[in-house]
């Protein structure tokens, strides 16, 4: 009987429409992310700083982690560098380029994606952006992180 309940619950229920369990979706988001192919003739040469097994463990690691973490990893691999460019009229503005670096070193934003077994850099900017938001300095916050409020607004 208790088989026939198994089988009723695991093969009638539609795939997908079930509650999935974080630990699960996790699992589906490590499978739908395998490891993609180094970058091609790059000028950093990425493919001869890591080797194809430190590569497998940087994207095994990553997948270890939780969505948070996996975030958290993102941001701090991923550095926001604003400089600034004089341009031919002499204008001086600011240029934002990401430095990608994994372990400590600095390579192509393909080879960091890839290596993680991502296509695109959607998710991580996301990443920068939620990291800006969270991390934004409170004005007039006291010591113990409290915002202050000025007393119109009491
Ligand atoms: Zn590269």
Known sequence: MLVLLFHIYFVTSPQGKRCRTTQEKDERDKEQHPLLPPCQNCRRQCSNTFTD????????????????RRRDFLVHNVV???????????????????????GGKVVCKTFFLHTIGYKGDKVVKSALKNANRDGGVVVGANSDGRAQRTPSEV
């Not at 097994?53 to 948070?68: A, G, M, P, S, V």
């Open 53 to 68: 097994k430190q590569r497998e463990d940087i994207h095994r690691d990553f997948w270890t982690l939780d969505f948070n």
């Open 80 to 102: 926001v560098e604003g400089k600034k460019v004089c341009t031919r009229r002499n204008e001086s503005r600011r240029q934002i380029s990401l430095v990608w670096s994994l």
